[in-house]
């Protein structure tokens, strides 16, 4: 009797003991298939962060050319209005202008610079002509709002600009970002990129 009760104790232990496994075989089952779709959601949220990023970069390489497109056919008008004398002069449209962050200055050394926004190319020309006009001694500088990527390409001719400066040669930076050089034959050269105004530099002869 004693041995058949154990007996019967050892079979509800393998029950238990079953129903233990099958409980953990099937939480397993469901952790994996839980994991599965966690991991395919992370990656389907890669490649869509990554499809934003690209567009992102898309959208900003447009923004930059069409505000240099900009400049450029503003500087564009203002050479036809100034090649033409049918453009009939008009009050100036300013937007309310700021100045720039920073400590004021002493009353000796120069004002912080004003940021302005003109409506018209036009108007900016105008406004040098007048302050010229009255004084020379203290001129007045505008510097036009060049997109990130432009500012960034016109600085890679810093290192050229230096050492044309040191041998004297005449250049000048045009608008975009192109390198004019002059020689001292009255010859003019143009370069789109640095590397180009560089390799001249190093075959040209001494005295160029």
């Known amino acids: 009797m004693a041995a058949a009760a154990q007996q019967h104790l050892s079979g509800g232990d393998s029950l238990i003991l079953q129903e233990i496994r099958n409980g953990n075989q099937a939480l397993s089952s469901k952790l994996h298939s839980k994991t599965a779709e966690i991991n395919q959601s992370i990656s389907g949220l890669k490649s869509m ?4 990023s690209s567009h992102v970069t898309e959208v900003e390489d447009r ?35 700021n100045q720039a962050f920073g400590p004021h200055p002493p009353a000796d050394q120069r004002p912080r610079p004003v940021v302005i926004r003109l409506l018209k190319c036009q108007d900016r020309d105008k406004i040098l002509r007048i302050a010229a006009q009255r004084s020379r001694e203290k001129p007045v500088l505008f510097f036009p709002d060049l997109s990130v990527s432009l500012v960034k390409r016109r ?14 040669i005449p250049f000048a930076l045009l608008h975009p970002a192109t390198l004019r050089i002059t020689l001292p034959d009255g010859g003019r050269r143009f370069f789109q990129s640095p590397k180009q105004a560089a390799a001249f530099l190093r075959e040209a002869p001494a005295g160029t």
Request: proline share 4%.
């Open 49 to 52: 962060l990554d499809k934003l």
């Open 63 to 97: 923004i930059d050319t069409a505000e240099d497109q900009l400049v450029d056919l503003d500087s564009r008008v203002v050479k036809l209005r100034k090649e033409n004398d049918f453009f009939m002069e008009k009050p100036l449209i300013i937007e309310p202008a």
């Open 155 to 168: 600085k890679e001719y810093d290192r050229v600009k230096t050492e044309l400066r040191s041998k004297d």
